[in-house]
C-alpha cells in the first residue's frame, strides 16, 4: 500500500519528495529546514484548498507547548516562499487568506516515488514465474477484474460529472461578450449584466475592474480594450486567478442564442457551459439569469445559496438593457479616468430607468469622491429607498453607504460592513470601508490597518487601499511604514490624487521640502490632483506662518475646484481658509472665507468649518444658527452628535466667559475625539475638541490642564498632520507653563513655536502677541 510520504509533488520548475525530504529546483537541490518543508508538504496535500492554522498547528507543533505557534508559523510561511521565489503580496504559488490560513494556488501533478522499485522488484521475477502469476491471474479477471473495472468507470464518471470545479478562494475574470447580433445595445450591457448576477455569489470572486484595467495596461492594451477570450485568459493568468467566463450572443431568426463557457486559464480546459435561447429582445435579460444560474451550480457553487441568492436581473439592475449599457460603461469610465469623468454615465442610466437603484447608489459614490457630499447623500437616499428590489450584495452597499453619507450613523455603518464582510468573504469593498471611513472616524487605527491590509491582499490593484492603509499607519506615526506602502502602490503603478496628496504629507511629515515640491511638480495640470496639492501647500505653508503665501495657494485650489464644476470641493477649501485666518486672529478674512464657503455649499462639513470660524471672528449669532441647524438636520449622525455640535458649543460658551461650561459640553466628545473629521478633507480638521478644551482650561486658570490637552495635540502629529493647531499647540502649552509659574518650560515651548515660525509673515496677530508673552519671561 501507498503511504502518503511515498507522494512525489510536480509543480512549475520545482519537485518535492515527500519520503526523501527534498526539494528540487529544475533538478537542483534547493535548501529548506525541516518545519517549513512539512508545511509545504501540508499545502500541497490540499492544493487548491485553505488550510486552517489550527490543521498547520496540529500536524507540525502538537504537543509542543514551549512554542511560539504564530510566530514559528509565520517564519515557516516566510522560508517557504524565500525558497520558492514567492511574494507575500503577488503570490504564485502560496496565498494568505486572512483571518483563515494558508492556500496552496497552483495545481500539483502527484506520482508514487514507489514505481521505480516495484519495477526493480519485477527485473527479479523468473519469466517462468511471471507465466505462471498471469495464468493463475486469468480465471479472475471476468469474475472479480471486468465488475470491478465497471464499478470504477461508473464512480469515476459520477465524480467527474458532480466535482466542484472551482473553490471559494479562487477567482475568476469575466469577458466581453462576443456579439454578432449587429445590435450594440448587448455590447457592455451583457457583461455588466452577468456580473451583477455573479456578484450575488458569496461562492464566485471576479477581479474588479480596477485590477483588470491595470492588468491590461502592464499588457500594453488600451484602457478601453475589448476583453475577448484570448485578452481575457492573459489577463487570468496575470492575476494568478483560475478561470474565465466568456459568453456570446446570436440572432437566430427572431430568436437570441446565448452562450457561456467557464474555461480553466492554465490548461484551456472547458470546466462548464451552457447555452439558452430568449424568444426576442425583451427576453435576452431572463436568459441571462437562467444561464448565470446554471453555470454557478455547474462550477461547484450549492443549490442552496445559488437559489438564496438569485434575484433576478430586471429586479436587481434594471429592465433597460440601454440603462444597462450606460450603467457599465460608467463603472469603465471610474476605473480608467476618475469619479467626475464617470458621473455623466450613471446620471444618464437613470435618466433612462428612474428606479435604477444601483445607478443612484453609484452616482452617489461618484459625487462623494469629488466632495459633493449633498448631491452624494441626495443620489444615494433614492438608492435606499428602491433598495428592497437589489440583490442581497447590493443592498449591502447601498445600506452601507445610507449608514455613512446620508444618517452618518458610524456605528450602524460599522455592522453593516461586519455583516457584509461576513456573508461576501472574498468582496473586498466592505474591508475599504472599514477601514478607510468607519475605523478612523472612531480613532480605531490598529482596526483600520487591519481592514486595509485585508482590502489591498483583496484587490492588489485597488489604489485607494493603499491610501488607506498609508493613513492608518501615518495615524499610528509608523511613518517608514507609511511610505513603504506608498512605495507599494507605485510599483505597480498605481496613481491617484489621494496617493499624491499623502505622498506630499510624507514628505512634511519628514520636513522634506524637496520631495514636496517634487510631488507639486508632478501634480500640475492634472484634474482632480492639482487643486488637492494645492490646497495642502496652503496647509504646510501656514503651519510654518507663511500666511500670504498659503491664501495664494488656497484661492488657487479653490478656483480650480470651481472650474471644474466641483462647487462642494471649493467649499471645503474656502472653509479651511477661513478656519486658518481665525486661529490665527485674523477676524475680518476669517468672517470673508466662511461666506464664501457657505456660498458654494450648505454641506454638513462646510457649516461646521464656518460656525467655528465664526465663533473664533466674533459673530456669534450666525454662528449659534449654524450650529443649531447642524442639530436639526443630521439627528442621527456620529459625528455631528458627538464631536462637531458639542466642539461648537463649547467655543460660543468660551466666547461668552463661561469656560467650565465649555469643558462641561465637551465631555460627550471625549470617546470620539481621536477619530478623524469625515470631511474637511485628509490633512487638516482633527482633534478640534482637545484644543478647544485646552483653551477654556486656559481661561478657567488650570494650568496644569490645559498644558496637558495642547501637549495631547503635539503627542498626536499623525492625526493633527499639517492642520495650524499642530503649531499653535506649542504656542498655549507655553502659556499654560508660564500661567503655572514654571518659567523653564514655559520659555521652551515658546521658543519651539517661535523657531517653527521664524520665517513667519509679519503682522500675523498670533505672531505678535507670542513675541510679547516670551518677552515676559525673559
Not at 85 to 96: C, F, M
Not at 298 to 312: I, N
Not at 336 to 365: C, H, N, W
Not at 487 to 502: F, G, I, M, T, W
Amino acid at each position: 500500500m501507498e503511504t502518503p510520504s511515498a507522494i512525489i509533488y510536480q509543480f512549475g520548475p520545482f519537485e518535492v519528495n515527500a519520503s526523501s525530504g527534498e526539494l528540487l529546483k529544475q533538478g537542483k537541490r534547493v535548501k529548506l529546514q525541516e518545519q517549513p518543508f512539512r508545511l509545504l508538504v501540508i499545502l500541497l496535500e490540499n492544493s487548491g484548498k485553505v488550510v486552517s492554522g489550527e490543521e498547520i498547528q496540529r500536524r507540525i507543533w502538537q504537543g509542543n507547548t514551549f512554542v511560539d505557534f504564530d510566530s514559528s508559523l509565520r517564519v515557516a510561511v516566510r522560508k517557504m516562499r524565500e525558497a520558492l521565489g514567492d511574494d507575500a503580496e503577488n503570490p504564485r504559488y502560496i496565498e494568505t487568506i486572512p483571518r483563515r490560513g494558508y492556500r496552496f494556488l497552483v495545481p500539483a501533478v502527484q506520482r508514487s516515488d514507489s514505481v521505480n522499485r516495484i519495477a526493480e522488484g519485477d527485473k527479479a521475477s523468473t519469466t517462468a514465474e511471471r507465466g505462471a502469476e498471469i495464468r493463475t491471474s486469468n480465471k479472475w479477471i471476468f469474475v472479480i477484474v471486468i465488475p470491478l473495472l465497471v464499478a470504477v468507470l461508473g464512480t469515476f464518471r459520477f465524480f467527474f460529472a458532480s466535482k466542484r470545479v472551482l473553490t471559494e478562494e479562487e477567482t475568476v475574470v469575466l469577458a466581453d461578450f462576443a456579439n454578432s447580433t449587429s445590435d450594440p445595445v448587448f455590447d457592455g450591457a451583457l457583461r455588466q449584466g452577468l456580473a451583477v448576477q455573479l456578484e450575488q455569489s458569496p461562492f464566485l470572486s471576479l477581479i474588479s475592474e480596477e485590477r483588470t484595467h491595470r492588468t491590461l495596461q502592464l499588457m500594453g492594451q488600451p484602457a478601453d480594450a475589448r476583453l475577448t477570450p484570448e485578452i481575457a485568459l492573459e489577463v487570468c493568468e496575470r492575476t494568478a486567478s483560475v478561470a474565465v467566463l466568456d459568453g456570446s450572443i446570436a440572432s437566430l431568426g427572431n430568436q437570441y442564442v446565448l452562450g457561456l463557457r467557464a474555461k480553466d486559464c492554465r490548461t484551456g480546459d472547458v470546466l462548464a457551459e451552457e447555452q439558452v435561447q430568449a424568444a426576442k429582445k425583451e427576453n435576452v435579460l431572463n436568459a441571462l439569469d437562467q444561464i448565470a444560474s446554471k453555470l454557478r451550480a455547474r462550477v461547484g457553487e450549492s443549490l442552496a445559496t445559488v437559489k438564496k441568492h438569485d434575484t433576478p436581473l430586471a429586479e436587481a439592475t434594471t429592465p433597460s438593457l440601454e440603462a444597462l449599457k450606460a450603467y457599465s460603461a460608467g463603472w469603465k469610465v471610474l476605473s480608467s479616468t476618475g469619479s467626475a469623468a464617470a458621473v455623466p454615465f450613471f446620471q444618464y442610466a437613470i435618466e433612462i430607468d428612474p428606479k435604477f437603484a444601483m445607478a443612484y447608489a453609484a452616482l452617489g459614490r461618484m459625487y462623494g469622491d469629488i466632495g459633493e457630499s449633498i448631491l452624494s447623500a441626495e443620489n444615494t437616499s433614492k438608492a435606499y429607498q428602491l433598495r428592497h428590489h437589489v440583490s442581497d450584495y447590493e443592498k449591502f452597499f447601498i445600506s452601507a453607504s445610507y449608514d455613512w453619507q446620508v444618517t452618518g450613523d458610524v456605528e450602524k455603518a460599522e455592522q453593516t460592513c461586519e455583516l457584509w464582510a461576513q456573508a461576501y468573504p472574498r468582496a473586498m469593498i466592505p474591508h475599504a470601508f472599514l477601514s478607510g471611513a468607519i475605523y478612523p472616524a472612531l480613532g480605531k487605527y490598529e482596526r483600520s490597518v487591519e481592514e486595509a491590509k485585508i482590502a489591498v491582499q483583496l484587490d492588489p490593484d485597488f489604489p485607494i487601499a493603499y491610501f488607506i492603509l498609508s493613513s492608518s499607519d501615518l495615524a499610528l506615526e509608523r511613518i517608514d511604514e507609511a511610505e513603504n506602502t506608498l512605495q507599494r502602490a507605485y510599483q505597480r503603478d498605481l496613481k491617484s490624487p489621494e496617493l499624491a496628496v499623502q505622498q506630499y504629507l510624507v514628505g512634511f511629515w519628514r520636513d522634506d521640502k524637496a520631495k514636496m515640491q517634487k510631488d507639486v511638480a508632478e501634480a500640475q495640470g492634472k484634474s482632480g490632483m492639482e487643486d488637492l496639492i494645492s490646497n495642502s501647500q496652503a496647509l504646510a505653508l501656514a503651519y510654518s506662518g507663511h500666511l500670504v503665501e498659503a491664501r495664494r495657494m488656497s484661492e488657487r485650489a479653490s478656483d480650480l475646484a470651481q472650474k471644474a464644476g466641483h462647487r462642494g470641493m471649493a467649499a471645503l477649501y474656502e472653509v479651511q481658509a477661513a478656519l486658518r485666518e481665525s486661529l490665527f486672529g485674523n477676524k475680518i478674512a476669517a468672517e470673508q472665507r466662511a461666506v464664501a464657503a457657505l456660498g458654494l455649499s450648505k454641506s454638513r462639513d462646510v457649516q461646521y468649518g464656518a460656525a467655528f470660524a465664526l465663533a473664533l471672528a466674533g459673530d456669534y449669532p450666525r454662528s449659534q444658527a449654524l450650529t443649531n441647524d447642524l442639530a436639526n438636520r443630521f439627528p442621527n449622525d456620529t459625528t455631528a452628535r458627538f464631536s462637531y455640535v458639542p466642539t461648537l458649543r463649547a467655543v460660543l460658551a468660551l466666547k461668552r466667559g463661561e469656560p467650565l461650561r465649555a469643558i462641561e459640553l465637551l465631555q460627550t466628545a471625549i470617546p470620539y475625539e481621536f477619530g478623524t473629521a469625515p470631511g474637511i478633507l485628509y490633512d487638516s480638521g482633527n482633534f478640534y475638541a482637545v484644543y478647544v478644551r485646552g483653551q477654556s482650561y486656559l481661561a478657567a486658570h488650570q494650568n496644569r490642564d490645559a498644558a496637558r490637552e495642547f501637549q495631547n495635540i503635539l503627542d498626536h502629529r499623525g492625526i493633527v498632520l499639517s492642520d495650524p493647531i499642530g503649531a499653535l499647540a506649542h504656542l498655549y502649552v507655553g502659556r499654560a507653563y508660564a500661567i503655572g509659574g514654571d518659567t523653564a518650560k514655559a520659555k521652551a515651548a515658546y521658543q519651539d513655536f517661535l523657531t517653527l515660525w521664524k520665517d513667519a509673515d509679519p503682522n500675523i496677530p498670533i505672531v505678535t502677541q507670542a513675541k510679547v508673552g516670551y518677552a515676559k519671561l525673559q
